[in-house]
Structure formats: C-alpha cells, structure tokens
C-alpha cells in the first residue's frame, strides 16, 4: 500500500457478530437492575410499614389526657397541635416515642413543646416560647385536663385545651 491509498476498513467485532454478546450483557444489567429495584421497593415498603406512625390506642398510655391540645395565636396566625399525635418514632438508642414539636409565626414569635412525662397528677411539658429580639422562655407546666393558659405575653397567647378546639383554631 503505498501512502496514497485510502486504508481499508476492517470490520469491528460487532460486524462479526458479537452483538448477541452484547444483548445478553444489555440483558443481564436489565434484569439486574429489575431485581435491585423489586427488592428495593420490597426494603422500603416493609421500613414505611414498620414506620408507619402510631395509632391512638398505642400513643394514649403515654399520656393521662391524650387528647390534649396547644393552641398558639399570635396576630392573625395560629398554631394547634395535638400533643399525642406528635413524636418521633422509637429507635434502639431510644426505646419510646419522644413528643414534640413546634413552630414558628411570621412576626418571629416562636413556641415549642416537649411531653417531660405521664404522672399521677396530670401531664408535664415543657413549653418553649420566644418572642422577637427576646430571650427564650421555658416554662414547666402540669396540665391536669382543663384548659389552662401558659403564656399571654405582647403579641403571642399559648395555651393547653383538653380537646382539639370544634372550628379547628
């Protein structure tokens, strides 16, 4: 061959027929990749089954009033939550449910809660409340099942009901 002729193609493996090798690797990673998926919808589905949050009749002997409510207002927002229905679930390092939660009004107003414990007398929290360029106040408290107002200071009212309020507010 001297320099001017143009070289001849040769034929690359898959011409030759090693596409069928090819398709059963194309295969192979297919069906790999069906099987980590089904197996990791199976993993998955049996951890959200396992993590599927309380019922009632399991989170109620952790209170003496489990059907306690806060109720946060400050200005025109307000914040309900059911103290029984808010908990992170139990791990290893903490066998029970830990009841808390939260939140945060758009004036800067804050309040947190946290169930201490079940007693004899009654439920005991430890409310968290701050307001704007203000100090966090953590005031213990004993609900005994009557509404009971822990906090009216400026603009931010919290208090503890016996039931979630009819209308929701």
Do not use: C
């Not at 399991?58 to 489990?66: L, N, S």
């Amino acid at each position: 061959m001297n320099s001017l002729q143009k070289p001849r193609l040769t034929k690359t493996r898959f011409q030759y027929g090693h596409r069928p090798l090819f398709n059963h690797r194309l295969n192979q990673l297919q069906s790999h990749l069906m099987r980590f998926i089904l197996f990791s919808a199976i993993f998955v589905g049996s951890f959200a089954r396992a993590s599927e949050p309380l019922t009632s009749a399991e989170t109620d002997h952790y209170f003496v009033y489990p059907r306690a409510t806060l109720v946060a207002k400050s200005g025109r927002d307000s914040l309900v939550s059911e103290l029984s229905r808010n908990y992170s679930q139990p791990t290893k390092a903490q066998p029970e449910p830990h009841f808390s939660s939260g939140g945060e009004f758009q004036n800067g107003a804050s309040v947190g809660w946290e169930l201490v414990r079940r007693t004899e007398h009654g439920d005991v929290y430890l409310i968290f409340t701050q307001l704007p360029h203000a100090k966090p106040v953590v005031t213990p408290v004993l609900f005994s099942g009557r509404k009971l107002i822990v906090s009216s200071a400026d603009d931010l009212t919290v208090e503890i009901l016996p039931e979630r309020p009819k209308d929701g507010k």
